[in-house]
């Protein structure tokens, strides 16, 4: 009788972790850009934040949402992807307002080529995707031309899929590809601070939001079964925070030169 009441106490109990859990793993991935957009709009000044890590988060989760079609996991890992694509395209849609309202006399840059006196103009440009500039890649002037790369890319690597998805070896890469790419979001940063020998203007507050984020992740990917690949590369992102808190201790202890000053540090990272 006792052990009946228990249970009618900790079903819902554990039904309400388990909600909880799947939340936190949606929504937590965002959670560090929140302080970072307010900055942006604050200052009017996008210069700390980089846009690839828009890309490299946009990436990632375009391929793991077309690894789901060849392997199902867990439904909060799809729903994560899905909110941390909408949120870095609210992020590159702010930091593409702000750079081009600063840069009243550069000349406006599109994801396709454009002829230059309709630009001088401002009429609306002819684009192609048959016509890259490679120099400017990824630092366009318009919000639309970052939407129709990654259109572009999805549709590409949609395609790719359909074809391949009987392919187990297709699918297995393309979920590694998956986290692998956003697994190695730190790494630029922890190249920087080596290279420089210092860790100015680089926040630790989020890098210990990135440690607890990601420790917590591959925590859920364990306990729930996850494809291996998640759990992996969930490891390898711990790895590298703890090597980014680890530079931050010694260069702290053994100050080098100082390194040029950034107002808004790019420190973003999905949970």
Known sequence: ??????????????????????GAMVFGGVVPYIPQYRDIRRTQNAEGFSTYVCLVLLVANILRILFWFGRHFESPLLWQSIVMILTMLLMLKLCTEVRVANELNVKRRFFAAADTKDEEIKVPPRRSYLDFDPH????????????????????????????????????????????????????????????????????????????????????????????????????????????????????????????????????????
């Open 1 to 22: 009788m006792e052990a009946e009441g228990l249970d009618w106490l900790l079903v819902p109990l554990h039904q309400l972790v388990s909600w909880g859990a799947a």
């Open 136 to 271: 400017h890649f990824w630092h366009w002037s318009s919000f639309g031309d970052y939407v129709q790369c990654v259109l572009a890319f999805t549709g590409v690597a949609g395609y790719v899929t359909y074809l391949s998805i009987d392919s187990a070896l297709f699918v297995e890469t393309l979920g590694f590809l998956a986290v692998l790419t956003e697994a190695m979001l730190g790494v630029p940063q922890l190249y920087r601070n080596y290279r420089h020998q210092s860790t100015e203007g680089m926040s630790i507050k989020m890098v210990l939001m990135w440690t607890s984020g990601d420790t917590f992740k591959t925590a859920y990917f364990l306990l729930n079964g996850a494809p291996l690949q998640f759990s992996v590369c969930g490891l390898l992102q711990v790895l590298v925070d703890l090597a980014i808190l680890g530079q931050a201790y010694v260069f702290a202890r053994h100050p080098q030169k100082p390194v040029p000053h950034v107002a808004h540090p790019a420190s973003a990272k999905a949970l």
